[in-house]
């Protein structure tokens, strides 16, 4: 095996293991950087589903709260306008869901299932707790979610929300009285949850794992092709050459050129060394011949 073959099969044996290092702990950081990216988008989006709730009890409930008498407007209620805000985001971004889940709403549609029961009651029995973040299997995939507590802060949802006697009667006989009553101011009686597949981070990290280790092949590639480059040419030529002289001195031919030896290094070293070694043997063939005359 020669020189090229032995370094080449060193290096890429260190780039290989490199490789495979880097492989390792890139794909696992990358995942975990997707995984806090997914929760952070999920988490600007519920921020804008609060928004649009207290945009919709300081704004817009007290323009349409008089026309209640005559119609029931579910524009002045605040889940719905979140929900209704989410629909749209959720046209760009259809893997995100969000769903105001509560215990006893006043709309069936928002009632909480199992899951989210226990995510809520979790909620009620930590005050302190303002954001938790899980994972659940589903029937179809396994899902990531990020949840926050919806707390009664305002005291005009309880207008609509205390007992059936205080609420509008447009809005009971939309909904009739035996659901969404017996709320009390700072209560915990729901949560926002927004969820997403977990294929989403996942896809996310593999995207950008496989552009990553095409970069670094292509540069390994690129790395080995050079150093074989400056290889042949600052060692391998050169050696080349002297075993050639070497072996043209051995048959007799002494008039060949002497090496360059210009430089520091060994092959600049081993040069000199090879000069003066066929400059003694000249030497000692032109005595030898002289005894012989």
Known sequence: MGITAKFNLILVSVL????????????????????????RQAGLMMDSAMAVR??????IRPLLVDDLEES???QI???YAATRSFMRLHESNPDYVYKEATLNPTNPRNRAVDWETDIISMFQ???????FTGERDTPKRRSLYLSRPIRIGN??????????SQAPQTMLARYGNANGFGWKLHQVVGAQIVSVPMEVPIAKAQETFRLLMIVLAVTFIVVIVLINVLLRLTVISPIQKMSHTADQVSRGTLDVPEFETAGRDEISVL??????????LDKAMALLDGERR
Do not use: K, W
């Open 271 to 280: 040069a000199a060394s090879f000069n003066r070694m066929r400059r003694s």
């Open 16 to 39: 290989g293991t490199g490789f495979a290092v880097i492989g390792l702990n890139t794909h696992r950081t990358l995942y975990e950087s997707a995984y806090h990216e997914v929760l």
């Open 125 to 131: 029995n930590q005050p302190q707790l303002e954001e």
């Open 72 to 74: 029931f407007l579910p």
């Open 77 to 79: 209620v605040p889940a």
């Open 155 to 164: 005291q005009d949802c309880l207008s609509c929300h205390s007992t059936p």
């Open 54 to 59: 207290g945009y919709t009890i300081d704004e």
